[in-house]
């Protein structure tokens, strides 16, 4: 059986998008940005916030 060259570029087309699609999720999935919207992690109150920027090694 063999396969119209429409039918290739069809089924590379999926079969890329796919690979994409699980790319991402690979590298997305368990990181610390995965993140609902809505779901932003709330700092420990312990936690000192930085009173002043760092500003070391840059020029104007």
Known sequence: MSLAPDQIVTLTEILVTLMGIGVIWAVYHGSERAELPGEATIPDPH??????????????
């Open 47 to 60: 936690e000192v916030d930085d009173a002043k920027p760092d500003t070391r090694g840059r020029t104007l």
